[in-house]
């Protein structure tokens, strides 16, 4: 009887011993990568489905960490965790203003040895999109380029039986536009913009009016810069032929607002990525269709359009930097095809091409054509223009110029002031940096 208690605890330790090492084995076997998303990015259908098929083709789980709020919310604390010493594994910077930020803080590591370790020619895949330093090494690869253009709501159009938009045109035929698709009596606006960069400035960043002066200072006391703000102002306060900037903040309208609200707003300036929402009726259910123009231009010299750009980057701390590169890589090549975006290659082939406004153009379900897209995003014939502030302080300016030309919409403060606010604001921060 002592002999058999004797052997069956044996054999009970060696049975203990082998799911012990078999779960041991099974749990590092599972690789992961984690990454953080704005929250709306959790309930699309798009992203939920793109890290599935990443997971299924390489069997890395990854690991989503939203960040609460809006996308203001999602890069502030971003920033800060950044700043903290994170280690989450990869990270999205949507428009260079936040990428180049992060890069000149040393949060990234350098990817040029790292992709080419891989067999893989960075140039040839990505060619002129990658977002090279001055150290002559690029710390990110591009996912997406996001063209400007204007949405238009064609019930609207219709109702109040006006043509809808062609290019090629300028802002004073934008203008007499929305005039005539106005109908306050209705609640019907001709116009929506945010209420940010760079809607506040359009004209002057078209005509590439630069933001520093040669010193280094701030040149935001540079005439168009003043004549791009008081347009905007015009167009809720005087023109009303769009919501006034005091009514925007307080129905507290988000990135989003026009996908949710474009029942009643007209035209709307946004990239070409908004068409993701505009063609999800699972996440943005409407009852209207929409259609997309070109840009306006700003006349002869102001003939550029808008176009900014997605990146991913491995943090310096990545806890899984194995699994980083290879998330980072795939999604570098991947992500437009289930985002339906205008992918940053260096090449496209014809299937390819065909594939990025078909898929757009299918999930409209007959709002827009492939020929749409296409005349509208890219053979516009405009020269292009940078959406974000970039340079020494840029972050700072970003919202210095957001705070001060918000007030002066909301008649907290007059023109000189605003112009006189931001400059002295902006050079104090530049000079706190250096």
Not at 63 to 84: M, R, W
Not at 94 to 110: E, I, T
Not at 341 to 353: D, F, V
């Amino acid at each position: 009887m002592k002999k058999a208690l004797i052997t069956l605890l044996l054999l009970t330790i060696a049975v203990a011993t082998v799911f012990a090492s078999g779960s041991k084995e099974a749990k590092q076997e599972t690789r992961v990568v984690t990454t953080v998303c704005r929250a709306s990015y959790v309930n699309e259908e798009w992203f939920n489905s793109m890290n599935a098929a990443f997971e299924a083709e390489t069997g890395i789980h990854v690991d989503v960490q939203p960040t609460p709020g809006n996308d203001a919310d999602h890069d502030a604390k971003l920033n800060i965790d950044l700043l903290a010493g994170s280690t989450i594994d990869v990270i999205p910077s949507l428009g260079p203003k936040f990428y180049y930020n992060r890069a000149d803080a040393g949060y990234f590591v350098a990817l040029d040895d790292l992709i080419a370790s891989k067999g893989i020619d960075a140039k040839e895949v990505w060619g002129s999109y990658l977002p090279y330093s001055d150290d002559g090494h690029y710390y990110a690869v591009p996912y997406k380029q996001e063209v400007y253009c204007v949405f238009y709501n064609k019930n609207l159009f219709d109702r109040a039986g006006v043509p809808y938009p062609e290019g090629p045109w300028t802002w004073d035929e934008y203008v007499e536009t929305a005039k005539k698709v106005t109908d306050l009596s209705a609640g019907i606006y001709g116009s929506y913009m945010n209420i940010e960069n760079p809607w506040f400035i359009l004209s002057a960043k078209q005509k590439n009016i630069p933001l520093y002066k040669e010193d280094g200072t701030c040149n935001f006391d540079a005439p168009e810069f003043r004549e791009s703000i008081e347009w905007y102002k015009s167009l809720g306060n005087d023109l009303k032929i769009q919501m006034p900037v005091e009514e925007v903040v307080n129905e507290n309208a988000s990135w989003n607002y026009y996908a949710m609200a474009g029942d009643h707003l007209a035209l709307f300036v946004q990239g070409n990525w908004f068409t993701r929402l505009l063609n999800s009726q699972t996440d943005y259910p409407k009852d209207w269709d929409y259609g997309v123009a070109p840009t306006p231009s700003a006349g002869e010299d102001g003939n550029n359009n808008f176009v900014s750009m997605g990146y991913y980057s491995i943090n310096k701390n990545a806890e899984h930097p194995e699994e980083a590169l290879e998330y980072l890589i795939w999604l570098g090549q991947n992500q437009w095809k289930f985002e339906g975006q205008i992918p940053a290659l260096a090449s496209l082939t014809a299937e390819e091409q065909n594939q990025v406004f078909s898929a757009i153009a299918d999930a409209s379900h007959g709002q827009v054509t492939v020929s749409d897209l296409y005349e509208n995003f890219m053979n516009t014939g405009m020269g292009v223009a940078q959406s974000d502030i970039i340079g020494t302080a840029a972050d700072e300016y970003n919202r210095i110029v957001n705070d001060e030309v918000a007030a002066y919409c909301m008649d907290l403060q007059d023109i000189d002031t605003t112009i006189s606010k931001i400059c002295s604001r902006v050079n104090e921060a530049i000079k706190n940096v250096q």
